[in-house]
């Protein structure tokens, strides 16, 4: 019998048999420890004793200080201006990653490390700064003053100061999305005769739109919890521009622990509830993406 015949009726002779490459993560049961326990001493455990706080009122208590004009006052405000400020960083956001995906500019990288600025800049310096443009003696609110335009210490001056620590939410979610999109596929419309409007609307942004919702939504997230840089700025009228974290600090300094758990576990909730979403939505996009291809076009 040839050697050849042997090597056919035993396919696997000659192979070396390769082993396994091991892992420099430890386990999957003892990574998982170690992960529960951080994750419970990190984040678990205080959060834990908020609610637990709270849950020394009786359910009549909770109830009185939840429905309380005050407090529904100061979370609608936190919730409705962290939304404006979201929808305005969606549509100046998407500019700015366009601007840096699609062009050549001087100064591009200088301009570029400057939209992670509200990442790395302290919240509190960000809002002394904020409230000397556009206080009424300000370089920006003295020119708005005459034009009856008051920003500072108003519910406007809190949108201008949560669409400056948001912005980079949105721009750095769409832009890696914007760089994966072939402009083969913009040519190609263009060659059937799309304009570019529609151009826009039927390639680009169903590729980018994934991304786009969840820099909304982080933005958003963002914004409702913010207190450093608001608290300056906002002037801090009970009624009229007064945030849900303000509340918690002054039911603190009042010794009202009780009330300030309560306003706390309401953030808290909300925003679980809006961290699930975000999660959802990123997953979304992830499939999204993996099945549509930026640029893949449905056949007619």
Known sequence: MSISAINTRNPFRGQVARKTPRSPIPGFPLALGFTVFWLGLIVLLPLAGVF?????????????????????????????????????????????????????????????????????????????????????????????????????????????????????????????VLRDIEREFEEAAASLGATRTQTIVRVILPSILPALLTGFALAFARGVGEYGSVIFIAGNIPFVSEIAPLLIVIRLEEFNYAGATTVAALMLVVSFAMLLAINALQAWSNRHRSRHPAGATKEN
């Open 52 to 176: 637990f706080k709270t849950a020394t009122l009786g359910p009549a208590e909770i109830w009185n200080i939840a429905s309380s004009e005050r407090v529904l006052a100061a979370l609608r405000l936190s919730f409705g201006t962290a939304l404006l400020a979201a929808l305005l960083n969606a549509v100046f956001g998407l500019l700015v990653a366009w601007v840096f995906v699609r062009y050549e500019f001087p100064g591009k990288s200088l301009f570029d490390a400057a939209i992670d600025l509200p990442f790395a800049l302290p919240t509190a310096v960000a809002g002394i700064a904020l409230t000397a443009l556009y206080a009424p003696n300000g370089w920006i609110g003295s020119l708005l003053e005459p034009l009856g335009l008051k920003v500072a210490y108003t519910p406007l001056g809190i949108v201008v100061a949560l669409t400056f620590i948001g912005l980079p939410f949105v721009v750095r979610t769409v832009e890696p």
